[in-house]
């Protein structure tokens, strides 16, 4: 049986960008051409005000 891990060794910042840069890789191996700004912006949550 496997120990649990330490939740002092968690790091959620990490996670997140990890979580970012897989969105990226799905969207762009998904598609023919680059992915445009607005296409990355958009996957990453990022709105123009």
Known sequence: MTEP???????DAALDEIELTSRLMIAATSKDAH??????????GITQD
Do not use: C, G, M, P
């Not at 891990?5 to 790091?11: C, G, W």
């Open 35 to 44: 992915l445009t700004q607005a296409e990355v912006d958009e996957i990453l």
């Open 5 to 11: 891990l330490d939740e002092r060794l968690r790091d």
